[in-house]
């Protein structure tokens, strides 16, 4: 009969903790540079110039049209033919975050778009400059109206980062199936896997939703729509 | 009499915009003196908006000249339009900024932080020093109590004594106003004017375009008829309303009075 659960943490524990590591950090920094690539992917899809634009576009549709571990696959084992080889981190790094900028450009550019235009004309109308413009009256409120879907991503990028195992990287999965070769233990590894995802999973969306709570004004906050809001006088 | 003619701090010569085929601006001619308060009147779709818009270069006009301050906006030398440097653009547009029909404040911003913007990233202003100055202009304009508020928690007429003071919060020698009461309920419409009507006492030089036509005459030292983009009439509010020279004004006047 198969032993259910552990009277004792297992030895391999600390093993797979490892890989859940470098899950967490193969994903932070897949973030941080799917963010900025996200975020100039957009602005280059709003240049008036289509010679811009149009590499861009093609950029996003490529890789919006073709499956993550394909591109993975790709970065690893077929760029290294055109004489570009990167270490498994980073390959699955540049995977991941180029594939969550063309997704990330497209919710930045609805979100500019959807900015009231009648806010960068009274910037301009004072005299502001078009770096500060974005600095402080489009970007703040892009970031603002698109925390709650770049959370989305980013927890679906801790655990899209399993498919990086494909091109061994010692991270959770990869690790869970060492582990399961050399004890065959299947069923007790994956539900520790299992949990171990979920509590990142879950760990991140809480902090998430904190940072949403913490930039958006009180009036605003979800209920407070229900709390009598401060009066205007008739003007 | 000193005889001295006030020099004009706004100056348009043959002014044209057009988008596409459309010629929405078609030769205006437009000057407006230092510390004068100018009404532009005319009928919707006439270009009014437009034309302000293409006094601060927010619109790149299609042909024409403009000089502000005596310093050269945008000139036309027959082979095309040559707008200045943005520099120039930026310093002529803080020294002239605008209020709006529909307040375009920033949404993200309380009225404290809409009002200190432009004199903290234009100006250079330190924030305490901001701070004194936008709390100061929210007490001319009667909204020192809302100053934490967001623009979403304010009713219209609020909004717009905000973007006054935003406007205000320039040290501006021009402000441009775009039918700054026309988005507002009736009851609202005269605390604002009101406002403007202490402006108008300021040395501020003033281009209203506004609807408000008693508030025209009572406000304004010129009033410019603007219709199919141009400048069809100017005058003395008197000459303007009472003896209208062309008959598009006559109607224009007759169609406000019924
Ligand atoms: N950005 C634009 N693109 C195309 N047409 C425009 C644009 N802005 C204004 N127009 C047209 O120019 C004309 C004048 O508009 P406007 O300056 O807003 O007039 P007014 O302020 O006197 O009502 C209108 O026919 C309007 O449709
Ligand atoms: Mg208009």
């Known amino acids: 009969m198969h032993r259910f659960f552990f009277r004792e943490v297992p030895e391999y524990f600390p093993f797979l903790l490892q890989g859940a590591w470098i899950t967490l950090v193969l994903s932070l920094v897949s973030m941080a540079c799917g963010l900025a690539l996200g975020l100039a992917v957009a602005l280059g899809r709003l240049s008036p110039y289509r010679a811009v634009r149009w590499p861009l576009d093609a950029y996003v549709e490529l890789w919006r049209d073709t499956p993550l571990i394909v591109q993975l696959l790709f970065i690893y084992f077929t760029l290294p033919e055109f004489g570009l080889t990167l270490p498994a981190f980073w390959a699955g790094v540049a995977g991941l975050s180029l594939n969550l900028a063309a997704y990330l450009s497209e919710v930045f550019r609805a979100a500019i778009a959807a900015i009231d235009p009648g806010q960068r004309q009274a910037a301009l109308s004072l005299g502001m400059s078009r770096v500060a413009i974005y600095r402080r009256v489009v970007l703040p409120q892009m970031f603002r109206a698109t925390l709650p879907t770049v959370g989305g991503y980013f927890i679906a990028l801790l655990k899209d980062c399993s498919l990086v195992s494909f091109i061994s990287v010692n991270e959770l999965l990869r690790h869970a199936n060492i582990v399961i070769a050399d004890t065959f233990d299947s069923m007790n590894t994956y539900i520790m896997v299992g949990f171990?995802?979920?509590?990142?999973?879950?760990?991140?969306?809480?902090l998430i939703g904190l940072l949403e709570r913490r930039l958006t004004p009180r009036h605003q906050r979800h209920g407070a729509a229900m709390l009598p809001g401060p009066k205007g006088a008739a003007a | 009499m000193t005889g001295a003619v006030p020099e004009p701090v706004l100056v348009a010569r043959g002014l044209r915009k057009r988008y596409g085929a459309v010629e929405v601006l078609a030769g205006v001619d437009l000057a407006v003196a230092s510390g004068e308060v100018a009404c532009l009147i005319g009928p919707s779709g006439g270009g009014k908006s437009t034309l302000l818009r293409c006094l601060n270069v927010l619109e790149r006009p299609s042909g024409g000249s403009i000089s502000v301050f005596g310093e050269a906006l945008c000139r036309d030398d027959g082979t095309g339009v040559r707008v200045a440097p943005e520099r120039t653009l930026r310093r002529a547009r803080s020294r002239m900024p605008m209020v709006f029909q529909h307040f375009n404040l920033f949404s993200h911003r309380t009225v404290l932080q809409n009002v200190m913007e432009g004199p903290v990233t234009v100006l250079g202003l330190d924030r305490e020093a901001a701070i004194d100055r936008a709390r100061r202009l929210l007490r001319d304009v009667g909204m020192a109590d809302r100053e934490d508020h967001y623009p979403d928690q304010i009713s219209g007429g609020q909004k717009q004594r905000v973007a006054i003071a935003r406007a205000m919060a320039m040290a501006p020698s021009v402000i441009l106003f775009d039918e700054p009461t026309s988005a507002l309920d009736p009851q609202l419409v005269k605390g604002i004017l009101a406002i403007i009507n202490d402006l108008a006492r300021q040395e501020i030089t003033m281009l209203i375009v506004t609807h408000e036509m008693k508030f025209a005459r009572d406000v304004a030292d010129r009033v410019h008829f603007c219709d199919g983009g141009r400048i069809v009439e100017?005058?003395?509010?008197?000459?303007?309303?009472?003896?209208?020279?062309?008959?598009r004004l006559a109607d224009f006047v007759r169609s406000i009075h019924e």
């Open chain 1, 196 to 206: 171990i995802y979920f509590v990142m999973s879950f760990g991140s969306a809480r």
């Open chain 2, 234 to 247: 100017s005058g003395c509010p008197d000459d303007i309303f009472q003896r209208p020279r062309t008959a």
